[in-house]
């Protein structure tokens, strides 16, 4: 790695160094971003680039790993007194972790047998994770570029979807998006759509992930940055947002620095650039993620192209270290 990269490394590191010191302590999501210095919008992505493991993985198998070196090491302690030492908030939740992990009761290991091999943790994701030299020969033989751009302020109008993947609801949504804008004349060409998960559902349950789907709107003038630029490739111009709503939920989302990566093609397409910028990009650059969600803005649009394929900017809001 490079100095970037050693710098990612060691905030990593010092996540790894806090989870092993503190295994009873808040080492929720939030608290271990704030260690690192990242976003927390983003520190998951890092965490699990440059570990090969998802955070809730790594936490659940150190306080797994120092249960099992407890009993070991005190074979008449009570079950529930290690559970609790370890980080555990109770007996039943460590004891369906302990059987998920080693493939048996704690209640019924002796103590002394070695434990077997525990099963991979590996993150609730269906793509796999590519090492940097798969990602480099993959960007370089698609002829891709990692590109600094301005995000330009603007008004953001969407839908919020919970529990959005493996079904229908954001299929729904995005045509209800298409809806309004017919109502409101506006010329789909005109517009960006832009998707932004607001979660990780290698880190949150997936009935718990939270999805937004939506349409941005330059809050002025603008001829450059990311919005402009694929609005002329579709011919359009941008436009400011209308007035009337009609329900749907509108925030307004401030001018940022973005790195994007163009993804062309399957859903395992996209997940290789999205996969680039934060396990080789952002490593090796001089920016860390902003406090803002990455996005998805769309570039052709389903009407275009299906949805079994996409053709995306990969977003992610940057500042320099």
């Known amino acids: 790695m490079g100095e ?7 905030r990593i590191n010092r996540v790894l160094d806090y989870i ?10 939030s608290r271990l971003a704030r260690v690192a210095c990242f976003s927390q919008f983003h520190f998951h992505r890092i965490f699990h680039s440059l570990t ?4 809730n993985n790594h936490v659940r198998r150190v306080r797994l790993e120092r249960a099992a070196s407890l009993l070991k090491a005190s074979p008449e302690a009570r079950i529930t007194d290690v559970a609790l030492e370890a980080g555990f908030p109770g007996l039943a939740e460590f004891s369906r972790a302990f059987k998920a992990h080693f493939g048996f009761n704690a209640s019924d290991w002796d103590r002394k047998s070695p434990l ?52 229908q609801r954001l299929v729904d949504a995005y045509y209800k998006i ?21 979660d ?12 937004d789907m939506g349409a ?53 397409s996209v997940d290789r650039a999205w996969q680039y910028l934060y396990r080789c990009w952002l490593p090796h650059s001089r920016y860390e993620p902003a406090e803002l969600p990455a996005m998805q803005a ?12 996409f053709d995306l900017q990969a977003c992610v809001p940057v500042r320099q270290f």
């Open 200 to 211: 990780d559902p290698a880190v949150t349950p997936k009935e718990k992930c939270r999805y």
């Open 4 to 10: 970037n990269g050693s710098a990612y490394t060691q």
């Open 116 to 167: 077997p091999n525990s099963k991979n943790c590996k993150a609730p994701e269906s793509f796999p994770a590519y090492s940097e030299q798969e990602l480099e020969s993959w960007r370089k033989n698609q002829r891709l570029e990692v590109r600094l751009t301005k995000f330009p302020a603007c008004r953001y109008v969407y839908i919020r979807v919970h529990d959005p993947y493996g079904n």
């Open 298 to 309: 769309f570039v052709r649009l389903p009407e275009e192209i299906g949805w079994m394929l």
């Open 20 to 29: 092993a010191d503190h295994p009873d302590g808040d080492l929720s999501l």
């Open 178 to 198: 298409m809806r309004w804008l017919s109502d409101q004349q506006v010329d789909v060409r005109d517009v960006v759509i832009v998707g932004m998960s607001q």
């Open 216 to 268: 941005a709107f330059p809050l002025e003038k603008t001829n450059g940055g990311l919005l402009s630029a694929i609005v002329r490739e579709r011919g359009g111009s941008l436009r400011h947002a209308p007035s009337e709503t009609q329900g749907l939920s509108t925030r307004q989302i401030p001018a940022f620095q973005a790195a994007v990566l163009r993804g062309v093609g399957d859903l395992a």
């Open 52 to 55: 090969g493991e998802t955070l």
